[in-house]
């Protein structure tokens, strides 16, 4: 059959596989599946608009706020907000990429074409990494500058050169591509679409509420480092005592990260596909 | 062609437990090229698990199974070695055809022609940029079997690629099995109809429990398991049986007035009816099928033995057809029986 057409046949290429194959691969099937394009819609409406929201609101309301309220509006304030609503919605993609293949069969397809499975679950993070960071710091710059054009009409605003915001900004595109991180690994662990959603959904909302509940000195410490209020750490311009620094804050986000995607790649590589 | 190594699959001690339930049990094969061999086995028996292992999707319990004399998750382009077809509905539904067949070209370093071309060849080019989740059956099925063919490779496998396809669809892949072994490629394809099996395979790997039965040519297999018999009909049994019987032929109780004569032709039959005054209504020869070589291998070989007619006959249906139930094969082989561990070797294996 196909050996009637020398220059595709099996024999003439290099019989070795690269990652940089598996990378091209994962790159076609993200952006091959409407579910990549919705999901990273919805996390920048979302996100962008609950930003704009927050602070359409802020000015509205100004002139009737107390001082302290007045006062504690930093030039990251509607972003943050923003954020702790739609970032899991980029954990929905990091569920997505994993559980749609487990739900479909298709990972039994991809892992015979791609059988060392460890190369297969570092291709597809380091695709998610790139797709969520771009989208992801398209998304936080936008949710910022945004926030800031509604707060500037009551002279509000801040900028990005003040101190601490560019790294807020800039870290808040990171902080969704761990997340996305983050629920791949939830994914691969679970297999499941709903459950892993649930999951992440618990570890990065419910947890961050239940944290402000949580009572006297050691609940104050535990609360700074569930996974939401450590990462979104990095979004703070000016830390308080109440978050970790931020770059810490971040670090303790990423190593929760890093125990997600470790334990997946175990199982990944253990369990039968 | 598909390169110079032997494009073979050897499963040694191949062994998969789940819990409790084994699987898989030392399976001890080897599929070699050239030809079409059919992994045989009803439903339940172990032939999906087995392929799953040689595809180094579930991990074996016990053994191994190399392909191409290594293992498979060591292939770094496994597509161009092994083409399979396990599921045809294992495509992720929202993507098309051509974008679920370039993603696989792409792991494994095929160029992008390559998709165009067995989009092609398996008749999918008005469909192939639609999403997945429309497809039929046997578009799903034409896929897999593109897949199956991205990479040119030397061995390819199917796990019950005819079921739930028109006759159409069946004769297709039929003749591409056929094809793809007149090549020189090795086809490996499971199936648990015997009849689909005795049109395609050349060769036999049959599995029953999750241990391998048998592995031997189709008509080898046939002959060892399933001998063949004269039906005869006559007025006048109670006279013929015991002179039949008395030149050493192994007789039974048939359908109605009709007996089944193991051991001699027909010839010999009407001779010996015939030197007697006997009349004969009914002398057919009946050739074995490999339903019946399968079932009385697969089946629990309480194998019955009736001196004389009458004597405790099991029921056969009207039709006349040997039909043999799975449960309790009756007029047991009495030709030379496969066993399990040594199979019989018409290759000369050493
Ligand atoms: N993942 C699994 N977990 C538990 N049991 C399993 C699993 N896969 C297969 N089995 C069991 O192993 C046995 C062999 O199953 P397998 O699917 O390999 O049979 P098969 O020969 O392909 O059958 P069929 O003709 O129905 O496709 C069955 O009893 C099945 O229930
Ligand atoms: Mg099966």
């Not at chain 2, 190594?5 to 339930?21: F, N, Q, S, V």
Request: hydrophobic content about 45%.
């Amino acid at each position: 059959m196909s050996h009637a057409s020398p220059p595709t046949t099996a024999s003439d290429a290099p019989r070795h596989g690269t990652f940089g194959q598996t990378l091209t691969a994962e790159w076609t099937k993200i952006r091959t599946v409407r579910s990549t394009f919705w999901t990273l819609l919805a996390g920048a409406v979302v996100v962008i608009g609950f930003s704009a929201l927050w602070a359409l609101l802020f000015t509205a309301s100004y002139d009737q706020l107390s001082p302290a309220d007045r006062a504690s509006l930093g030039p990251t304030t509607p972003m943050q907000i923003a954020f702790y609503f739609g970032m899991v919605i980029f954990g929905v993609l990091g569920v997505l990429v994993i559980t749609g293949e487990y739900a479909t069969g298709m990972i039994r397809t991809a892992l015979t074409a791609v059988p060392n499975r460890a190369r297969y679950l570092a291709a597809k993070a380091v695709v998610l990494a790139l797709v969520v960071l771009v989208a992801g710091m398209v998304v936080s710059f936008a949710s910022f500058f945004v926030g800031q054009a509604i707060l500037s009409t009551k002279d509000l605003g801040g900028s990005l050169g003040d101190p601490g915001v560019l790294r807020a900004v800039a870290g808040g595109g990171v902080f969704l591509m761990l997340i996305a991180l983050m629920a791949l690994g939830v994914g691969v662990i679970l297999r499941h679409t709903a459950g892993s959603v649930v999951v992440v959904f618990v570890l990065l909302f419910v947890l961050g509420i239940v944290g402000g509940f949580l009572p006297g000195e050691w609940g104050a410490t535990v609360a700074k480092y569930l996974p939401s209020n450590a990462g979104s750490a990095i979004l703070e311009p000016q830390p308080g005592d109440s978050v970790l620094p931020p770059w810490t804050g971040l670090a303790v986000f990423a190593l929760y990260t890093a125990v997600a995607l470790a334990a997946a790649l175990v199982l990944f590589q253990e369990r039968d596909a | 062609m598909f390169g110079i190594e032997p494009h073979m699959i050897e499963a040694r001690g191949l062994t998969k437990r789940y819990g409790d339930k084994t699987a898989v049990d030392h399976a001890d094969f080897t599929v070699r090229p050239g030809r079409v061999t059919g992994f045989l086995g009803p439903n339940g028996a172990g032939k999906s698990t087995t392929m799953r292992m040689i595809l180094g999707l579930d991990r074996p319990t016990g053994g191994h199974v190399t392909v191409n004399g290594r293992d498979y998750r060591r292939l770094r382009a496994p597509l161009r070695e092994v083409g399979a077809l396990l599921d045809a509905k294992a495509v992720h539904g929202g993507r098309s055809a051509y974008h679920h067949l370039l993603c696989l070209a792409q792991s494994n370093g095929i160029p992008a022609a390559r998709v165009d071309e067995v989009i092609g060849l398996v008749g999918l080019q008005s469909v192939a940029g639609k999403p997945f989740r429309g497809f039929s059956l046997g578009m799903g099925q034409r896929l897999g079997i593109a897949a199956a063919l991205l990479g040119d490779p030397g061995t390819l496998m199917f796990d019950e690629p005819v079921n739930g396809l028109d006759p159409e669809g069946i004769l297709w892949i039929r003749n591409l099995m056929r094809r793809l072994a007149d090549e020189g490629r090795t086809v490996f394809v499971s199936s648990h109809l015997m009849s689909e099996m005795a049109l395609t395979a050349d060769h036999l790997v049959v599995i029953g429990r999750g241990r391998i039965l048998a592995e031997t040519g189709v008509r080898e297999f046939i002959d060892a398991n399933a001998t063949s018999h004269v039906r005869v009909r006559s007025p006048r049994l109670d006279r013929l049986a015991p002179l039949l019987a008395e030149r050493g032929w192994r007789v039974e109780a048939g359908d109605g007035d009709g007996l089944r004569v193991f051991g001699a032709g027909p010839a010999p039959i009407g001779d010996l009816a015939a030197a007697n005054g006997l009349a004969l209504h009914e002398l057919a020869l009946v050739q074995p099928s490999l339903e019946e070589a399968f079932m009385q291998l697969t089946g629990d070989t309480v194998e019955y033995h009736a001196g004389v007619p009458g004597a405790a006959a099991p029921a056969v249906p009207p039709g006349g057809q040997p039909a043999v139930p799975p449960g309790g094969p009756p007029g047991g082989a009495p030709g030379p029986a496969v066993p399990p561990s040594q199979p019989p070797n018409p290759e000369g294996r050493p």
